[in-house]
């Protein structure tokens, strides 16, 4: 690590939380081995069985009670209460595990940005509006799917970006590569687009990149520095050395 970085832009996937326990996508018996991506992750998907991807997310949002941050998370939101520079964290994990981490980053939510939606959001395909969320979803036999908080439509649908749907606040992430001299991406294959593609638009416009992952990632190449390892390991040795 050399020069100290003003401004940092961090993105992170499904490889910072697996030290928690939630199921990565690509991994050995990960969520995209359980089901076709097809089936529980695209809007023809939900339009040919709602229930089915209703379910998917029931359980991962289930599944949210019973993990913990790890110490990358907390490592994070270290950086976030010390760091003077400019920090903008986007996951395109749709846990909660980010914000549970850190007050700071809890408080001001502005500082994590998910890119790819959140399980704890439901979003109404009737009204369109956003509730917070964490109960099941799918239809129950008695009373059917749960109305909308807002406009009482049984319409609500995960608030998670599925493929071929626009990924959230895009012009806000570009604006902070611009303006980053640290681009750091943490636990994430670099399979998916257009987050696998902030390396190179980092490069193109001349800001320093760092790799943190469990293995080489598809994306390895396009880092100045790649370096393999736990987040948990990784994440607060490189967290020190920003902040020593
Ligand atoms: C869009 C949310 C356009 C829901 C997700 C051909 C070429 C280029 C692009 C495309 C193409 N064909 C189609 C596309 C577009 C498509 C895409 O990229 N497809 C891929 C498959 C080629 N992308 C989209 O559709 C995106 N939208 O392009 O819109 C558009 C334009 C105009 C108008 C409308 C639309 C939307 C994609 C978002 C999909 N939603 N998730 C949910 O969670 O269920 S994707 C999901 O998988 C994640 O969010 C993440 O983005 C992605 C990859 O997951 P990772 O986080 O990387 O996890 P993975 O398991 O893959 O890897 C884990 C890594 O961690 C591994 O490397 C492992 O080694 C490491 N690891 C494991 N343990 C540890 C660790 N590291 C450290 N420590 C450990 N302990």
């Not at 941050?69 to 400019?86: I, M, S, T, W, Y």
């Not at 369109?128 to 807002?150: I, L």
């Amino acid at each position: 690590m050399n020069r100290k970085p003003s401004s940092i832009v961090i993105l992170t996937g499904a490889g910072i939380s697996a030290e928690s326990g939630i199921d990565t996508f690509r991994s050995a018996g990960g969520l995209w081995e359980q089901h076709r991506v097809e089936d529980v992750a695209t809007p023809e998907g939900f339009a040919r069985d709602p229930d089915l991807v209703l379910g998917f997310y029931d359980m991962r949002r289930a599944a949210l009670t019973g993990v913990e941050p790890n110490a990358a998370h907390k490592a994070l939101a270290r950086l976030d209460a010390e760091f003077a520079g400019d920090l903008l964290i986007v996951t395109q994990n749709v846990d909660d595990l980010h914000e549970r981490a850190g007050a700071q980053i809890g408080l001001e939510k502005g500082r994590v940005l998910h890119m790819h939606g959140e399980l704890k959001s439901a979003l109404c395909t009737s009204c369109e509006m956003r509730s917070p969320w964490d109960a099941p979803m799918s239809a129950n036999e008695e009373a059917g799917r749960p109305p909308c908080p807002v406009c009482q439509a049984p319409t609500l649908r995960p608030d998670v970006v599925w493929f071929g749907e626009m990924p959230y606040q895009m012009d806000r992430i570009y604006g902070a590569l611009r303006s980053a001299d640290l681009f750091v991406s943490i636990g994430t294959s670099g399979a998916v687009y257009p987050a696998a593609g902030f390396v190179r638009d980092a490069r193109e416009l001349g800001v320093r990149t760092l790799e943190l992952n469990l293995e080489r990632s598809e994306g390895s190449h396009w880092f100045h520095e790649s370096r393999q390892g736990k987040a948990g390991e990784l994440v607060p040795e490189w967290v020190g050395e920003v902040l020593e």
